[in-house]
Nanobody
Framework: EVQLVESGGGLVQAGGSLRLSCAASGFTFDDYAIGWFRQAPGKEREGISRISSADGSTFYADSVKGRFTISTDKAKNTVYLQMDNLKPEDTAVYYC?????????????????WGGGTLVAVSS
């Protein structure tokens, strides 16, 4: 059974940090790229970062570049999202998702597997 389980969300003040984790199981980790998406109330789901565990290549949306860092622990089949200098506009439910590594598009519609999400709330 394929599972993606997020953890690490919570409430933090602006300027603070959180680290999200996405634990993957049920598929070959190196065959997939793992991405982080977020969805704020009333807004569309936005892809913010992606990593290929096979070669370590990464992508960041402009909205988080320089503040968020994605990484992977292949021994644990886990992807992390270190979020620093958080802003109130980062408040959203954060999801991790997986797509085959050869698919370079990074949009919600092409992701094969999804986690249930974890809430991040940033107060001003």
């Amino acid at each position: 059974e394929v599972q993606l389980v997020e953890s690490g969300g919570g409430l933090v003040q602006a300027g603070g940090s959180l680290r999200l984790s996405c634990a993957a199981s049920g598929f070959t980790f190196d065959d997939y790229a793992i991405g982080w998406f977020r969805q704020a109330p009333g807004k569309e789901r936005e892809g913010i970062s992606r990593i290929s565990s096979a070669d370590g290549s990464t992508f960041y949306a402009d909205s988080v570049k320089g503040r968020f860092t994605i990484s992977t622990d292949k021994a644990k089949n886990t992807v992390y999202l270190q979020m620093d200098n958080l802003k109130p506009e980062d408040t959203a439910v954060y999801y991790c998702a997986a797509a085959p590594i050869y698919i370079l598009l990074f949009i919600p519609d092409i992701m094969d597997y999804w986690g249930g999400g974890t809430l991040v709330a940033v107060s001003s």
